[in-house]
């Protein structure tokens, strides 16, 4: 979890020469353990929290072949202890690492149903950090909280910006709303990257007290589609706070886009900017191209195409992946959108087959295929519905075999049996008829989709 020695283990990795895999706190151990072998990581950081699954984690992780416990109490044979470490240990010498040297592998979510390794050369993280701190506006005397985990590119982009500018780190291991504010409070925070989801949790939350915000000058949020009822509930009950939105992706480090705390309005010649996810970041260009590689004139909606210093180099032993993300120098987000005669950036849906839940990138291939291996499941197609509180949940449209009799209960209770609880179905549907098909034998989820998005302005939420 977010810690001061999360933050010890970037540095600590980078100085060595090694690179960084980051892992996701919310996965399940055989993710954990898909990872850690997909990477070929030899050593392990873990915690109270997650000691628990080191014994199944030693036992199927191939090329591990340190642990280290993040305490200074003894944690059983052959588990090294941080703190005993820095003790005992003499110092190295900085390795030098830099420019296109991979920094680390950065798993996110795959169209294949398994995470896929994204490689970040130092090159990428430092340009973030930088023009992170320039858009978001850090200086010494920031004070920076880590509310959104830390493995999440979002977070990382705040750290470096922090560190680029020499401001001061508070961490909160996991994200309360009423732990949220009181720490705001108390260590007199300047900048709190907020997650939709987060953000919305703070605002209703019966001891929310703006009085305890006067510290606190940038709200910074993204990694999910924001509400538009939650941004204005945030205007209007944070008088004079400003917001910035970042859209961008981990393959890009992770900015992309930026909408200034300036358009942020509800009223006046800026106002129509809000439902945008502003224009490119210092150093990005941006395109938006049809899908035989054209430039399309403004207000057409095709997919989002950028390129950067802060680009990723591929993805991990994933070369036909790589080579259809990476064309021409730029990479293909896999989001539709329209760009404005002003050049601001409208997303309208997902190109690829991908949830957004509470910030969490749930892909669907992944869920269909757990599904799958529940007996007496004829077809399955997974897609989001909208819900106030996550921006979207995962739903489920199962067809069961003939004569066959399945349980929403039961199809839930699989998923949670083998990943990761966020990933699971909040909801399944059942159907007799065989699941629509485009020409191309391609299930239509449009069709299936529709309905649950009827009077939405967009196909995300």
Not at 47 to 67: C, G, K
Not at 80 to 97: F, K, N
Not at 135 to 150: Q, T
Not at 319 to 326: G, P, S, V
């Amino acid at each position: 979890l977010n810690s001061d020695r999360y933050l010890e283990y970037y540095f600590a990795v980078w100085w060595a020469g090694a690179a960084v895999v980051p892992m996701n706190t919310r996965w399940s151990v055989t993710e954990n353990i898909y990872s850690l072998n997909d990477s070929g990581a030899k050593m392990l950081f873990i915690d109270d929290t997650f000691l628990p699954q080191i014994d199944d984690i030693r036992a199927q992780a191939e090329a591990l072949q340190n642990v280290i416990y993040l305490s200074e109490k003894e944690a059983g044979e052959d588990i090294l202890v941080y703190e005993e470490l820095i003790r005992t240990s003499e110092p190295v010498p900085d390795a030098g690492r830099n420019g296109e040297d991979l920094a680390g592998l950065f798993y996110t979510g795959g169209t294949t149903g398994f995470p896929k390794g994204v490689m970040l050369p130092h090159r990428a993280l430092w340009f973030n950090a930088f023009i992170g701190a320039k858009h978001f506006d850090f200086k010494p005397e920031s004070r920076y909280l880590h509310v959104a985990p830390i493995f999440h590119l979002a977070d990382l982009a705040g750290t470096l910006a922090t560190l680029a500018t020499l401001g001061t780190h508070i961490f909160m291991s996991t994200f309360d709303p009423v732990e949220t504010l009181n720490v705001i409070e108390r260590d007199k925070i300047t900048h709190a990257l907020l997650v939709p989801a987060a953000l919305g949790m703070v605002l209703q939350h019966p001891d929310f007290n703006f009085r305890k915000l006067k510290s606190l000058k940038y709200v910074i949020y993204g990694a999910s589609p924001m509400p538009e009822g939650v941004m204005r509930d945030a205007m209007e009950r944070m008088p004079g706070m400003r917001f910035m939105q970042c859209y961008g992706q981990t393959e890009m480090a992770p900015i992309i886009t930026i909408l200034s705390d300036d358009y942020h309005q509800l009223e006046g010649p800026k106002s129509g900017k809000l439902r945008s996810a502003g224009r490119p970041g210092f150093g990005v260009e941006l395109k938006i191209m049809d899908e035989n590689g054209a430039e399309l004139p403004r207000g057409e909606v095709g997919e989002i195409v950028a390129s950067s210093p802060g680009m990723m180099t591929g993805y991990w032993k994933q070369k036909e992946q790589t080579e259809e993300t990476l064309k021409d120098g730029m990479l293909h987000t896999g989001d539709a959108a329209y760009m404005d005669e002003d050049g601001f950036i409208f997303v309208v849906d997902r190109l690829k087959d991908m949830i957004v839940s509470g910030a969490e990138n749930i892909y669907c291939a992944e869920i269909e295929n757990t599904i799958s291996t529940y007996p007496g499941v004829a077809e399955v197609a997974v897609f989001g519905v909208p819900d106030d509180k996550w921006g979207e949940v995962v739903h489920a449209t199962v067809v069961p075999g003939k004569g066959v009799e399945l349980s929403e209960r039961s199809i839930i209770d699989h998923c949670h049996s083998l990943i990761a609880s966020f990933k699971c179905p909040k909801s399944v549907d059942f159907r007799e008829s065989a699941l629509p098909l485009s020409g191309a034998g391609k299930v239509l989820k449009r069709d299936l989709r529709a309905p649950y998005w009827q009077g939405k302005a967009r196909g995300i939420n």
